[in-house]
């Protein structure tokens, strides 16, 4: 668990001011950087042996500003520490740059972020939705994106919705 | 009646274990799973239906020979099931007709089993048009 | 209006293929979504020289079935079950990721009892993943029997499963802070029972598949890769195994008491099919040692923890004790809160690492989940592994590196 400060403040040295902020959580470390910082965090992580890029999510924090949370989890192998980075990003045209280039596995993870959360990633080579049909519209993860259920069939209002349920013709 | 090799989910691998040793659902004449639809007559419908989905299963369905049978096996496509939301049609029953639906979360072998001895029953009343 | 929701358009499908099959020199060949082969509801874009690939496409979420999405509209303890469906051969090891993030937002210890059984049935649950991978991956090669003999003995797992949780697959059987009962009657013999039966059985399946000229005709040197390049990919578990590098997370980050039991992580050397296969294998053996270990060590006390604020009391409690049905009541209708914050946990599946993102907001529900599924990193690697191959190697490449759609889509 110390490695990963150790990391942490070798990434603040680094990088200096565009580290924002550094602290722990339940024993996991985390920095938060500014989005330009992003690329330079990775490549400084990747040459010390943070082989695998084990998560690449986002978070969205509606109607907080910044409203998107992206969330690198970075992982040694080797050391066996684990690292987290996380950038904030404004709530309209949110972009980030692609880091496809220093983990290649980053690319499908980044098609769904902006598959779920509409996330540009300038740089990336196939940046296409990857879950939802090519065509869908919006952004299903995004906080203000209903969830879309369906009204439950009980059997006081059995009838009254079977009525305008649509079923399928043959 | 041969139905057609195609799972969604969870209930195919219920599937797979209704046609396995312990449940054998040869003995009745239900062994012969046929990979293309023009081949088949029953369509278990095993597992969730996403939208990105459906127009394809309803495709399948299309390019069933008639007379063709549709079953609906666990709850995510008899009614949508623990998953009401943006993503999963709520029950197959939209993208096509249903004959039987099978309850469960999976639904056991015995209750796939079951299913296709009551739509053999169904098959045996209905009548030639 | 439908159908025309499933095709790529042109535009889209040329940035996909190289121009020779523009120019018609190649041909493109869509495999599934309903395929026999391709394990569920994936679909490949082929582009092929002859019978050669020279391309391949995965065109995934056929299966996206929203359970994120769904898992932030539940309190922590009913977004459980949303967990089993995601990876639905392996719904313990979910149901152990998911709750170890939350006992770790929450800072709830589990007691002894819960963490043995959660480590032996975990350990059960991916010798019956690894079970339907043996079956149907011999099954893609044609070799039927297999599949007949493993499901026979995948059944005497689920009867075990069903008599600790009432279900075969969906079991949903450990909770935040432990197990949802203790283990019923009977449970000690059924696994010893087992214990006992399967070394012979796992002969039994070697016997049809390691020396079989057939089958290391149609798997060795078949998708090979290396180690390097595997890590680049995301590649984990016995996929990346099988490249030589002993990466389990059993051993390198120990949880909920791994680090108690004598096991061993086996590797291959050469990354291609076969290998897989072979580790694949030699992980039952080991996990049914860890089951044994695990069923001698097996502690009495309580199965669950007794913080109140978060796991229900017992039902005997209820008739005599007024803060008992207070938190009873809380938890059934409000659920119990979690901090501000976010958390990270990764575990070891069958199939690789998984790991949950857990962010509460001091509110009784999820504000984000995010699982970072092995399935998904791994059919990432599928274009790389497969251009150059055969359209049959296609299908012992797809199986062998075992992805579940619910896992890939969720």
Known sequence: ?170 | MWPLLTGLACCAIEMMAAQAPDYDMSRFGMELMRASPRQSDLLIVAGRVSRKMAPVLRRLYDQMPEPKWVIAMGDCCSCGGVFNNYAIVPGVDEVMPVDIYIAGCPPRPEGLIHGILTLHDKVMAEKLA | MLEAQMELTVDELKGLVSQRAIDGETMILNMGPQHPSTHGVLRLILELDGETIVNCVPDIGFLHTGIEKNMEAKTYEKALVMTDRMDYLNPLGNNLCYCLAVETLVELDVPPRAQVVRVLLTELTRIASHLVWLGTHALDLAAMSVFLYTWREREILMDIFEMCSGQRMMTSYFRPGGLWRDLPNGFEEAVQQFIDLFPDRIEEYENLLTENPLYIDRTRGIGVISTTEALEIGLTGPNLRATGMPFDLRKTRPYSGYEQFDFEVPTASNGDTYDRYVVRMEEMRQSLRIVQQALVRLPEGPFRSDNRKFVPPPRSELGHSMEAVIHHFKLWTEGFSAPKGAVYVPVESPRGVLGCYLVGDGGPMPMRVHFRTPSFANLQALPMLAKGHLVADLVAIISSLDPILGDVDR
């Open chain 1, 1 to 170: 668990m110390s490695g990963a400060k150790a990391f942490l403040a070798e990434l603040r040295q680094e990088l200096e001011d565009r580290v924002l902020d550094s602290f722990e959580f339940r024993d996991q470390f985390t920095a938060v950087l500014q989005p330009d910082a992003i690329a330079d965090a990775c490549e400084f992580l990747r040459q010390r042996d943070f082989d695998l890029l084990i998560a690449l999510t986002a978070a969205d924090h509606w109607p907080e500003e910044p409203r998107f949370e992206m969330v690198y989890q970075l992982y040694s192998t080797h050391l066996d520490v684990l690292i987290g980075l996380s950038v904030f990003l404004d709530g309209d045209e949110p972009k980030i740059p692609s880091i496809e280039t220093i983990y290649p596995n980053a690319n499908w993870h980044e098609r769904e972020v902006f598959d779920m959360f509409g996330i540009d990633f300038p740089g990336s080579s196939d940046l296409r939705r990857i879950i939802m049909p090519h065509d869908w519209e919006g952004h299903p993860l995004r906080r203000d994106y209903p969830l879309g259920y369906e009204e439950v069939q009980f059997s006081f209002n059995y009838d009254e919705i079977d009525k305008r349920k649509k079923y399928a013709k043959d």
